[in-house]
């Protein structure tokens, strides 16, 4: 039994190392990839706090959240800092295409669950992650 174990532990280890990750590597200033880690984490707590909301029926809410946290409101937080800090000048052209596109749906998802239509809010949630789920298929900043 030991022996069974721990030859499908190494065939499983040896299929990890194989596994390349493909994605684009994208070098950055440690403060703006610090800035940019603490951003998702928060993207992370909006999404949270705005799928209980809208379970609870509080489509307004979730709406205000959704444009304050994530929508084009949410735009350009890191503006102020020193040029190392930004994420977004040190992104290629295609991943910060796909940031702002998350910022607009966001916003086009706070607009529809300000009209308190609950199926057309629930229709939208799905446009709350694309942009994410976009994005770090096809980016990563760490080797």
């Given amino acids: 039994m030991k022996t069974c ?55 307004k809410e979730a709406g205000e959240i ?9 735009m350009g937080k890191h503006r102020g800092q020193p040029f190392d800090a930004r994420p977004g000048p040190h992104m290629p052209v295609a991943m910060h295409a796909i940031g702002m596109d998350g910022h607009k749906a966001a916003s086009d998802f706070a607009r529809i669950a300000a009209s308190g239509d609950r199926e057309k809010t629930i229709a939208a949630l799905p446009s709350l992650t694309s942009a994410c789920v976009a994005c770090h298929y096809s980016y990563r900043t760490r080797q």
């Fill in 66 to 74: 959704a444009e304050r946290e994530l929508g084009v409101s949410a």
């Fill in 5 to 59: 174990l721990f030859g499908a532990l190494a065939l499983l280890s040896s299929a990890l190392q194989a596994t390349e990750d493909t994605r684009h590597l994208v070098p950055m200033p440690l403060a703006a990839e610090v800035n940019l880690r603490a951003e998702m984490r928060a993207s992370l707590l909006a999404l949270n706090e705005i799928l209980g909301l809208v379970a609870a029926g509080k489509l």
